[in-house]
């Protein structure tokens, strides 16, 4: 498997698709929290849903 992208090009790709309600989070997010917002839009660093990937209990990000 290769590498996963960058925060930062990932965020560059999902700030595309995101509604502006959650563009302030996307634009500070990193790590797995840029990653629970990228699932919600069914964007993901490595092209595919990864097994367990999801939000967190409670369904929160």
Do not use: C, Q, W
């Amino acid at each position: 498997m290769s590498n996963p992208e960058p925060d930062e090009i990932f965020r560059k790709r999902l700030l595309r698709v995101v509604a502006e309600i959650d563009r302030h989070f996307a634009l500070v997010a990193a790590g797995t929290y840029l990653d629970d917002l990228a699932r919600k839009y069914g964007r993901f660093r490595t092209g595919v849903p990864l097994k367990g990937a999801g939000l967190r209990p409670g369904g929160t990000l």
